[in-house]
């Protein structure tokens, strides 16, 4: 096991025995051999598709999107789940040679696609097809960069599909990409080349997911979202696939069962669609890492769409309440399938629902969100007005992950140290770190305008675009706008990628830099694009505002 695709890996260099999110080794090793046959696939498919051949693509590009996405930090800690993917990826790699043999598709020689084998060989074959295995350092951290944000990327392509989205130039993207990190003829600046691409295609896949979220479920508004509780049993949706938040409300309705958002399902609130449900009743709780506390006192069963998933611990007594779904599971929580046309049946968890209490009110009150780029757009007039009399001089993006490591408490800090006349705006978990401070606002203006879930960091772009031209700009970086970003796990990397595309300079990462990028890699990101740490507060105060 060598892994080191989070923000919390041991010792920021790597989990050698255990994962510190408690992946444990023989499924991190398996999640090895299950990415390695993703690559043999890749490779087919790329050479099939350049040869112009008919072949069973839906399938390959369902297979390597759910399987990537199912390998990011926190979605699946459940072996006997990812040798099942193992054992389809093989099948499914000997399927697809077979098709390309037969209509003579040359096909480069690499053991990725070559490689077969059996349940009992899996734990031994994943062992030669680790992250070492490039033993160049740079090539390595170049290509990790790349996969990591192929990962976030393919999360939020799932997500799109399942509403009936899907763009065939990015799933073709995908699979070029991991032809090129695995067939190793790309020097170290194609290798660069290919994580900006992968980046732009970050953008193309949040604004699939925006365009299939919005056109599905209405333009997030400006909502007061409930953190209270309601006096009825109720089910915790967690996770950011809005599908299941959908079929989720329509089979609670009228059954007596409330139904909570938890952390990334949050901005479930701001969509109309969703609001007209009455026993939607708000969010409980926090980012996800607080859910070993707020499950204990939630009382009803959860549901976890997507990551992020904490190892109960062995005395939790909601170990038995948890349900996951798509790519997420855990090993003794019960699994929830979907059928063919993508219906899923939660009558289990309303059954159990009934049985349970009400919630434990740990918070009253509400929090203000839903400004993703419809909302914002619509006031645009106000905001350049506020910004050109300078009653807004900066707005901080402060978007991405929350984390359980001390040194976040940096971006609380952070967020109350801002001058008040700054404007921070949000999306992904990040903001249960700011977002119940009382910072106020500017004419109307709430200081912390949260746009969404991490991919709504699109919505951001959008803004910042929109802004610059309204503004007459010839350049994004000129705009009022500076970065300090949190990040953690792989979504966060495909943001952070697409926000370099678009040319976004001196963007600031923290709480700590990847433990994926070599020192070459990460001066690379520094000289070309201001890409730094933080450093204190009253410091990054002084550089980011003044
Ligand atoms: Fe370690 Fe993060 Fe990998 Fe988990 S996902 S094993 S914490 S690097
Ligand atoms: Fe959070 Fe896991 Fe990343 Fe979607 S839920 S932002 S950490």
Known sequence: MFCYQCQETAGNKGCLLKGVCGKDYSTANLMDL????LKGIAIITTAMRRAGVAADYRTADKTIMESLFATITNANFDYTSIAKRVDNTFALKARLLQEATAQ???LPANEAVTMQGSPEEYDRLALGVGILRETNEDLRSLKELTIYGLKGLAAYAEHA???GYED????AFVERALHDVTMGLLSADELTALVLETGSFGVKVMALLDKANTESFGHPEITEVNIGVGNRPGI???????KDMEMLLEQTEGTGIDVYTHSEMLPANYYPKFKKYKHFIGNYGNAWWKQREEFETFNGPILFTTNCI????AGASYRDRVYTTNAAGYPGFKYIESDAAGHKDFSEIIAMAKTCQPPTAIESGSIIGGFAHHQVLSMADKVVEAVSSGAIRKFVVMSGCDGRQKGRSYFTEFAEALPSDTVILTSGCAKFRYNKLPLGDIGGIPRVLDAGQCNDSYSLAVIALKLKEVMGLDDINKLPIVYNIAWYEQKAVIV????LSLGIKNIHVGPTLPAFL???VAKVLIDNFGIAGIGTVEEDIKTLIA
Do not use: C, K
């Open 34 to 37: 299950l990415i390695f046959n």
């Open 236 to 242: 915790l949706i967690s996770g950011h696939d809005l």
């Open 161 to 163: 599909g399942r509403l």
């Open 310 to 313: 904490v190892p109960p611990t």
């Open 104 to 106: 003579g598709v040359q």
């Open 496 to 499: 952070l990628l697409a926000l």
């Open 168 to 171: 065939d130039e990015i799933n």
């Open 518 to 520: 070599s020192p070459n």
